[in-house]
């Protein structure tokens, strides 16, 4: 009995099947959840092949970001729910008080591209006269076989 137990050698392998399923159900997990952890508001932008512009200097500091949807209705992301549609007045007070608090906050509007232009321009009369003194637009880049070289 005593060979029989000499002549078993020790298994310097680890068994990796157990770490394989443990990253398989990880994998599956995180696919699902990851299309739940997108915020803000479906928006279609425009493309344009303007270079983007520098932010604010603190990179911490979030912009003021108004979205106007396809149906023209308004979001701001300050204030208690951001994917709730805002009236004209409500904005006007929401931006009114976020500009007063930092007055230096970069100020942007994310239009979808079905939005009438007048939509956009009475929005951006209500973040003017709520204190805004430059207003940006937010857009998608062009596809890269439609980007001009540079010159």
């Known amino acids: 009995m005593a060979e ?4 078993r050698r020790l298994m310097g392998e680890i068994n990796v099947v157990p770490y394989i399923d443990v990253m398989l159900v990880l994998l599956i997990i995180f696919m699902v959840t990851a299309p739940l952890l997108t915020q803000g ?5 425009p493309q344009a092949g303007a270079e983007s ?19 023209g209705r308004l979001f701001l992301n300050a204030g208690a729910d951001p ?3 805002i009236d004209d007045q409500v904005l006007l007070e929401r931006a009114a008080k976020v500009l007063q608090a930092t007055p230096d906050i970069d100020v942007l509007v994310k239009g979808d591209t079905a939005v009438p ?5 009475s929005a951006m009369v209500l973040l003017q006269r709520a204190g805004a003194r430059k207003v940006g637009f937010l857009t998608d880049p062009l596809p890269p076989a439609m980007v001009p070289p540079k010159s």
């Open 4 to 7: 029989r137990r000499r002549s």
């Open 41 to 45: 508001v479906k928006v279609n932008l």
């Open 53 to 71: 512009l520098p932010l604010h200097k603190n990179p911490d500091d979030k912009p003021l970001i108004l979205s106007i949807d396809a149906n």
């Open 83 to 85: 994917a709730v549609p």
């Open 117 to 121: 232009y007048g939509r956009v321009i």
